[in-house]
T-cell receptor
């Protein structure tokens, strides 16, 4: 089975722009979670989608949004980029279901976003 | 205080040594994950635990729910084990998201 894929792998944007990142989960996985990793804050949870519905959201401003499509692919969008949004953005997929904790997460390689 | 604390932050070992990385948490959890991150960013899930002990090759993970503590052990360490090891807990209740420790940078010297 192919693993989790993320596109693009690297991205450079300027302040004020917006960006859309894409994540394709492992075939059959219905849950996609997004994480931000920075040197200062480490890994932080952004949001989780299951069957096209946002199930959980982390403590990030409304500039960060996401969605999930019927084929479980997910996108996250960051509007009005700030310098502090420079980070590695990781998505992870799992089988999901009612008891989410049962299912192991498989991570993608990440998208490294640089905001100038 | 962070909800998930890892120790040590940095660890240097000689090839062949037995290594232990510790993780303590202060919240109710439904599961605990040990993750490995190599330079370049890719994260691999090593273990997901809700009780007891799991073993995979030279890696062993244990969890004590009552003491809110988990350990990751590496036996016969090898330079290819050099990576950042991250403990993450899945909160219990309605939140259920992963909360991460700050990671342990492990360097194994030949």
């Amino acid at each position: 089975k192919a693993g989790v894929t993320q596109t693009p792998r690297y991205l450079i944007k300027t302040r004020g722009q917006q960006v859309t990142l894409s994540c394709s989960p492992i075939s059959g996985h219905r849950s996609v979670s997004w994480y931000q990793q920075t040197p200062g804050q480490g890994l932080q949870f952004l949001f989780e989608y299951f069957s096209e519905t946002q199930r959980n959201k982390g403590n990030f401003p409304g500039r960060f949004s996401g969605r999930q499509f019927s084929n479980s692919r997910s996108e996250m969008n960051v509007s009005t980029l700030e310098l502090g949004d420079s980070a590695l953005y990781l998505c992870a997929s799992s089988l999901g279901g009612v008891i989410v904790s049962v299912y192991e997460q498989f991570f993608g390689p990440g998208t490294r976003l640089t905001v100038l | 205080k962070n909800e998930v604390e890892q120790s040590p932050q940095n660890l240097t070992a000689q090839e062949g040594e037995f290594i232990t990385i510790n993780c303590s948490y202060s919240v109710g959890i439904s599961a605990l994950h040990w993750l490995q991150q190599h330079p370049g960013g890719g994260i691999v899930s090593l273990f997901m635990l809700s009780s007891g002990k799991k073993k995979h090759g030279r890696l062993i993970a244990t969890i004590n729910i009552q003491e809110k503590h988990s350990s990751l052990h590496i036996t016969a360490s090898h330079p290819r084990d050099s990576a950042v090891y991250i403990c993450a807990v899945r909160l219990s209740g309605s939140a259920r998201q992963l909360t991460f420790g700050s990671g342990t940078q492990l360097t194994v010297l030949p």
